[in-house]
């Protein structure tokens, strides 16, 4: 028998019926303060999934972080809004007690076959099997469920880091140990980026995204195609203005597809 | 007496208590087919600007268009789902009838000066006055209501145009009359572009944003400075695929401050 994957564990929910769900934060993906976000993403996400009347597959998902999230249970409660012929809109909430803890809006939908065309260029970067993994960081256990090989823009906050020239960071991402990417790994992956303002600005401050939103381009053939291989990440920053800064990202796949693209805005104290 | 802005006009709200409002679509901005949707999005920001438990100022937006909206009446909800010191998020719903015809998310805050970086770049472009104005589209009410001076870009739909190298628009746009530029007016230049798809391959096809996604960069002191001068729009599809393209934005203020960022999610049919 094959052993739970971490994220798996970490996302499972147990179903109460009519769009309800109990869960548990996971210190496997537990944060400086609290749990990784992109992993509250990927189960907020996952309530939309196991829904019994989803139709098609994700193609677009924001979630509000509303406010600290503790160790431990939490509610999920999932809504469908609306459902059209083709596409749907469902309303998230996730509950610690009687607060709200993060909302979440999301769009799915049935896929045709269209004219398509990729705008956007993938960094020309050398193979991950060239570039040395990054260290975990030891306050930060979510980090030791990637295996992170960075082209350009890691972070290091040690004294006397230098501050760079610009936020933009280049790296091949995979889950470790690895695991075929589907919708609740991509949605994690899309916040796996390490704080702008710490790449730009080697300085430790208070931060939290606050809301983040990501856009599916692939659809589930797409992401099993990818298989367990390493996804190529770019992220950037495009202002840091008293206390919020934004950061637009894109995931592509090991053969060239632009997986996803996925943009949050960012509390930071000073 | 100064006549009322349309703007003014198109997004009041009649004000029902808790949260709850009335209103109706303005055929000063119609579009080809129902609303405009920058104005059904700043109606929905409306709704939280005027609620009297506001709590500093808008930061991030997200509107989903769950459905065609049919001219006519609408109520809108606004909830604050969680108030915390700083920070407040919303839960909006517009209905027609007993039909969710929108949902949107917002996050407010009260700002504090902190450490500040621009890393977006402003194209280098002429000033509005050395750029002819673009001809409104008579099946679009909307586009007379915005001045709208193209450097890259335009829409050109006639027989015999030719498809663009990419779908990447740069242009001066301001409101038509001219009016100073608030949260309001800036949430609906934020969906100013005309649809990526038909900027990059000029074939009509029918088309809707389903997912729209702005971040506040400015507070209202810098939007009040930058009067009812022009902002320089920028914006460009990442991909289309299946169904599907993305747009992502920047709104500059006329002295080079960067105002917002705005991300969209667009359904094409073939």
């Known amino acids: 028998m094959q052993p739970v994957h971490p994220i798996d564990d970490a996302t499972r929910?147990?179903?109460?019926?009519?769009?309800?769900?109990?869960?548990?934060?996971?210190?496997?993906?537990g944060n400086m303060v609290g749990p990784f976000g992109g992993v509250i993403a990927a189960k907020l996400l996952n309530a939309i999934l196991l829904h019994p009347r989803l139709l098609g597959e994700p193609i677009a998902f924001t979630v509000n972080y509303a406010g600290p999230i503790a160790d431990g249970e939490f509610s999920i409660e999932a809504n469908a809004a609306r459902t059209n012929r083709s596409t749907q809109h469902w309303s998230v909430e996730l509950r610690q007690g009687e607060q709200v803890a993060a909302t979440a809006t999301g769009v799915s939908a049935a896929r045709r076959e269209t004219w398509s065309s990729l705008e956007a260029r993938?960094?020309?970067?050398?193979?991950?099997?060239e570039l040395k993994r990054f260290p975990t960081l030891g306050r930060a256990a979510w980090t030791e469920r990637y295996d992170m090989r960075f082209v350009k823009g890691g972070l290091d906050l040690s004294a006397g880091a230098t501050p760079a020239e610009d936020s933009e960071s280049v790296l091949w991402v995979r889950d470790d140990p690895p695991r075929p990417l589907d919708f609740v790994s991509l949605v994690a992956l899309s916040d796996v980026f390490f704080p702008r303002l710490f790449v730009r600005r080697p300085v430790w401050v208070p931060i939290g995204t606050i809301s983040f939103t990501t856009y599916f381009h692939a659809d589930s053939a797409m992401l099993a195609a990818n298989g367990d291989a390493a996804t190529l990440g770019v992220a950037r920053a495009q202002q840091f203005r008293n206390g919020y800064f934004d950061q637009s990202a894109e995931l592509w796949g090991a053969d060239g597809?632009?997986?996803?693209?996925s943009h949050q805005i960012v509390y930071y104290k000073e």
């Open 13 to 29: 929910l147990e179903v109460l019926g009519d769009g309800r769900y109990r869960g548990e934060t996971s210190p496997l993906y």
């Open 122 to 129: 993938r960094p020309e970067v050398p193979l991950p099997s």
């Open 257 to 261: 597809a632009l997986l996803a693209t």
